[in-house]
Every structure is written in structure tokens, then in C-alpha cells.
């Protein structure tokens, strides 16, 4: 049981460059989540999903796409980087429907766009 | 707004002593509070899930207390180890749709 896992932990994009973020998860849960973490800030959520193929936008989207073809697995793309998205960012998922609901993070991508 | 503030910032204690990190929140409806543990390079793990009736909870040298009346939380740790060392997040679950709302954390570093 792998929990929730990333992919790549670092990457580097030049401006205007595309790339995707893997999250993947193995607790067969139902809802996940991108996050972005910046220094002196708390996490942002950026997009989110409710189950296989729906998916939602958070508080800061612009800029993001994102898909959820399988349970297991919730994709970030960034179509055209831009140096203001240079973040970590974390990808979690949870169970519950309650509102005491347990989030499950994974380790984190640390994306540097040049 | 929804708001989430911690304090202090930072804080450098030596091993073996007690701490006590403080939270207060602005958020409305309140559905609940947690404490998440962030080790640097990962990511974060919860410690508590407090709700509104809850003031006080425990998970091993952690103590957390709620007082919904002063919309304040404190995260006490005692007799401190060296793997304490991390950013501790304070979240309040509220607001529309248990939207959480993440405090920006308080970095705890344990000297020997």
C-alpha cells in the first residue's frame, strides 16, 4: 500500500513550456486534490475531483488543467508555464463524505520555471 | 474573510522543553479544526480533527485545544524530541462546502 505518490518529485521548465504532473493513489478513494504551496502562504487549492471523471476548479485554477480519466489517478497540466507558477505542489485524497474527513498527501513536486 | 493566523513564525526551543503554537481563525459557519505535522520535503500529516463540541484532544505529546467562543486553537508538545522539527499547519474546515482554509504554519526547530 503505496498510499498517495507523485511523479517527478522536481522538474524544471523553461517559460511557455507544458508539462504534467502524475498523482496517484492506491486507497481506492474517492476524492483528490492539486494543491500549491508557496513560501509564507498556505496550501492553495487549485482543482479538484469527486470521482472518476469529474472534476472541479479551486481557489487559484487559472493556469491548470486538469483530468481524471481513472479513480486512481488525478493529472495537473500546465499548459504554458509561467514563472509565477515556480511552487511545490502537493497532490492529496480522502475517503470520507463527513465533514472530520482525513486528507492523505502525497510527497510533493517541486516545479522551478525558469 | 476566511482567515487562518499562526504564531509565532518560527520558534527554536532545545530538546526536552515544551512549546505552544497558537491559532486563530476567522471562518464562518466553523465546521472544524485540524493540526497537521509538515517534515521538510513532505508532505503534510494530520494530528488532530477537533469539531466544535471538542476542546481539547491528545495524540501522543500533542495536545491541541479549541476555544470556538475566542476563535483561537493551540498545538502544546511536550518534552520535545528532535524529530519534532517541522512546520506545524493549523486548517479550519468551514465556510461553504467544508472548503479547508490552511494556516501559512508555524516552523519548529529542536536544538540538541
Known amino acids: 500500500n503505496a498510499g498517495v505518490t507523485q511523479t517527478p518529485k522536481f522538474r524544471v521548465l523553461k517559460t511557455g513550456q507544458s508539462m504534467t504532473l502524475l498523482c496517484a493513489q492506491d486507497?481506492?478513494?474517492?476524492?483528490m486534490y492539486w494543491y500549491r504551496q508557496d513560501p509564507g502562504m498556505g496550501l492553495r487549492l487549485i482543482h479538484y475531483?469527486?470521482?472518476?471523471?469529474?472534476?472541479a476548479k479551486g481557489e487559484v485554477p487559472d493556469g491548470y488543467n486538469v483530468s481524471r480519466l481513472k479513480k486512481q489517478n488525478f493529472l495537473l497540466g500546465l499548459e504554458s508555464a509561467a514563472p509565477s507558477q515556480t511552487s511545490v505542489y502537493f497532490c492529496?485524497?480522502?475517503?470520507?463524505?463527513?465533514?472530520?474527513?482525513?486528507?492523505?498527501f502525497g510527497p510533493g513536486t517541486r516545479l522551478t520555471v525558469t | 474573510k476566511n482567515q487562518v493566523e499562526q504564531s509565532p513564525q518560527s520558534l527554536i526551543i532545545l530538546e526536552g522543553k515544551n512549546c505552544t503554537l497558537q491559532?486563530?481563525?476567522?471562518?464562518?459557519?466553523?465546521?472544524?479544526l485540524r493540526w497537521y505535522k509538515q517534515d521538510t520535503g513532505r508532505g503534510p500529516v494530520s494530528l488532530t480533527i477537533?469539531?466544535?463540541s471538542e476542546n481539547t484532544k491528545s495524540n501522543g505529546r500533542y495536545t491541541a485545544t479549541l476555544d470556538a467562543d475566542t476563535k483561537q486553537s493551540s498545538l502544546h508538545i511536550t518534552a520535545s524530541q528532535l524529530s519534532d522539527s517541522a512546520s506545524y499547519i493549523c486548517?479550519?474546515?468551514?465556510?461553504?462546502?467544508?472548503?479547508?482554509?490552511w494556516g501559512a504554519g508555524t516552523k519548529l526547530i529542536i536544538k540538541p
Open positions: 492529496a485524497s480522502r475517503l470520507e463524505r463527513g465533514p472530520t474527513y482525513e486528507q492523505y
Open positions: 486507497m481506492n478513494h474517492e476524492y
Open positions: 475531483s469527486v470521482g472518476e471523471g469529474t472534476t
Open positions: 491559532c486563530n481563525y476567522t471562518v464562518s459557519p466553523f465546521s472544524n
Open positions: 477537533m469539531t466544535f
Open positions: 486548517v479550519v474546515s468551514g465556510g461553504s462546502n467544508y472548503q479547508l482554509i
